[in-house]
C-alpha cells in the first residue's frame, strides 16, 4: 500500500502547486498527523500513550521523516538542472533497506536479495535517463560543480534506508507513534519555512486544493505509517525489492494523465524492476 501511494506522489505534487519545498512539508505533514489520530481513534487506539517513547526512539522517527525530505529537498535545490542525477542517486534508498537489513538480528542477506536490487537499480537508471522514446544516458553525467547537490541526495538515501531499517529494531513501538514524528516535522517544516523561504503559495484552483488534500493523506500521509507496520512485521528485504516499483508506476501515472510523454524506457524499466523483485522475493514467493 506505500508503495502504491508514493507511486501517486509525483502526479500529485505536479497537481498541486509551486508551493515551496518546505511549506510543502509542513501542510501535508501536518495532514499526515490528522490521518494518523483519526485513524488510531476509529481503531480505539490511543495516540497520547503511544507518544510516550524514550529519545532514541524520537531521534530516528523525526530524523528518518524531516531527515529525508530536508535532503531531498535541498539537493533539488542546489541542483535544479541535475534532477535526474538527483533522483537516481535519492532512488538508492532501497538498495540500503536490502544491504542494511543484513544487520539485523535474525535476518541473512542472500545473493538473490543483492542481485535483485541491482535490477531493480537498473530499471530506475533506465527510466530515470531515458527520455522519450529514446534512451539519452549521455545526458546522465555527474558534473563536479554539483556534488554538494549529490551529497544531498546521497545522504537522503542513506536516512531513508536506515530509519525503515531501524523502525524493525523499534518493533514494540505503535505505529500510531508515527503520528508524533509526522507534527514535529510539519512544526520543523513550518519553522523553515517562515526562516528560509521567502514567499507563501497556496494553490489557486479547485484541482490545486484536491491534489494538496491527497498528497497529506496519501503518499504524505497514510504511506508513512503503513511502511512502517512493514517494516516490523513483513520481509523487510523483498520490501525494499519491491520499492523500486514506485519509479515506473510514478512515470506511467504521470503518462495517463498527460503530465509526461513515454516510450520503451518505460515498459523496458518495469520489465527490470518486477525481474528483480520476483528474484530478491523468491523464497517468499516459494513459501519458504
Not at 516535522?185 to 488534500?213: I, K, N, S
Not at 501515472?253 to 518486477?274: E, H
Request: hydrophobic content about 55%; charged content about 10%.
Amino acid at each position: 500500500m506505500a508503495i502504491l501511494l508514493w507511486s501517486t506522489a509525483a502526479l500529485l505534487t505536479s497537481l498541486s502547486s509551486a508551493m515551496p519545498p518546505l511549506q510543502l512539508v509542513a501542510v501535508t505533514f501536518g495532514l499526515a498527523f490528522l490521518t494518523g489520530i483519526t485513524v488510531a481513534a476509529l481503531r480505539g487506539r490511543g495516540v497520547v500513550s503511544a507518544l510516550r517513547q524514550p529519545l532514541p526512539v524520537w531521534m530516528v522517527g523525526v530524523g528518518g521523516l524531516f531527515g529525508y525530505h530536508a535532503c531531498l529537498f535541498l539537493a533539488f535545490h542546489l541542483a535544479p538542472a541535475a534532477a535526474v542525477e538527483v533522483n537516481l542517486l535519492n532512488y538508492l534508498w532501497p538498495l540500503c533497506i536490502v544491504l542494511f537489513s543484513a544487520l539485523l538480528p535474525g535476518e541473512r542477506l542472500k545473493a538473490a536479495h543483492v542481485a535483485g536490487a541491482l535490477c531493480g537499480l537498473a530499471g530506475t537508471a533506465l527510466i530515470l535517463s531515458g527520455r522519450g522514446g529514446s534512451l539519452a544516458l549521455d545526458g546522465l553525467h555527474l558534473d563536479g560543480a554539483n556534488l554538494s547537490a549529490y551529497g544531498a541526495a546521497l545522504a537522503a538515501a542513506l536516512i531513508w534506508g536506515a530509519y525503515s531499517v531501524l523502525s524493525r529494531r523499534f518493533g514494540s513501538v505503535p505505529t500510531e507513534a508515527v503520528s508524533g514524528f509526522c507534527l514535529v516535522t510539519a512544526l520543523l517544516g513550518l519553522a523553515g519555512h517562515l526562516l528560509f523561504e521567502d514567499a507563501t503559495v497556496w494553490p489557486q484552483h479547485l484541482m490545486g486544493w484536491l491534489a494538496l488534500l491527497a498528497l497529506g493523506l496519501g503518499p504524505d500521509g497514510l504511506a508513512f505509517f503503513v511502511w512502517d507496520h512493514g517494516m516490523k512485521r513483513g520481509d523487510i528485504r523483498a520490501l525494499g525489492v519491491l520499492s523500486y516499483a514506485v519509479p515506473p508506476a510514478s512515470t506511467l501515472l504521470l503518462i495517463l494523465f498527460g503530465q509526461a510523454s513515454g516510450g520503451w524506457t518505460v515498459w523496458a524499466a518495469c520489465a527490470l524492476i518486477a525481474g528483480g523483485a520476483v528474484m530478491a522475493s523468491w523464497d517468499m514467493i516459494r513459501g519458504r
